[in-house]
């Protein structure tokens, strides 16, 4: 079943309880990152938010060839194939704290990947926030140690 979060986004009133509940999230858990990042293309939305909301910047992960400087790049797999994901090269200093954020968690496998990109500069990744988890599908074990976040949870 697909789950839809449109309706969340046609509302600046949800956005900001969203915000605010990942906000919360950071707090209860001592979670303070010096930067979020985000995949395309939702996790683009809420990071931002959140980002701003914490004081902090964004660094976004985008397909092959959309960021304007030089990048690196993870390959990872999906159901039927693969995809890679970039990120600038120079955008993390070795021992900065980052949240990830996307909109869904499902296999895991996109987060996976901005985890790695985080990493192979040096980042420590702390913690990873979603507003919808499909739960059974094995993302949690596959990002293991990482800790994981969902506002709402599905079975899948």
């Known amino acids: 079943m697909f789950r839809d979060i449109t309706p969340l986004l046609n509302s600046g009133e949800y956005l900001n309880k969203v915000t605010e509940m990942f906000f919360d999230i950071c707090k209860h858990n001592n ?10 293309a939702r996790g683009f939305i ?24 030089t990048t690196i790049q993870v390959e990872y797999s999906l159901e039927y194939g693969s995809n890679i994901l970039e990120m600038h090269d120079d955008i993390i200093n070795p021992g900065l704290r980052v949240i990830i954020i996307d909109d869904l968690l499902a296999t895991g496998g996109t987060v996976e990947a901005c985890k790695k990109l985080c990493e192979l500069q040096g980042a420590e990744v702390i913690g990873s926030l979603f507003v919808i988890e499909l739960e059974g599908l094995g993302a949690r074990e596959k990002l293991h140690p990482t800790p994981c976040e969902s506002l709402l949870n599905y079975p899948a």
Do not use: N, Q, T
Not at 48 to 65: C, M, N, S, T, Y
């Open 31 to 40: 979670w303070v990152p010096d930067a979020i990042v985000g995949p395309e």
């Open 46 to 69: 809420f990071g931002p938010l959140l980002a701003a909301k914490l004081g902090v910047g964004f660094i976004p992960v985008r397909k092959p060839g959309k960021l304007p400087s």
